[in-house]
């Protein structure tokens, strides 16, 4: 199960890091209406990635 949740926790980083580039992009072409969607998704994504990088540190479960 804990395989599971690490795979789960690399997708979300990786999802998060593709729309904090897509929030950055659309902070230089100046699309306003986009800046704070893709803040909060990559929010989002990025903060699941730290929720479980907490868990495994508090439990000392096996990182990776």
Known sequence: MFKVLE??????AIIG???LS???ESIIKGEKEKVLKYFLRSLIFI?????YVVIVVVFKIPFF
């Open 7 to 12: 795979y789960v926790a690399i997708v979300a």
């Open 17 to 19: 890091v593709i729309y």
């Open 22 to 24: 897509l929030f950055c």
């Open 47 to 51: 903060g699941a990635f730290g929720i």
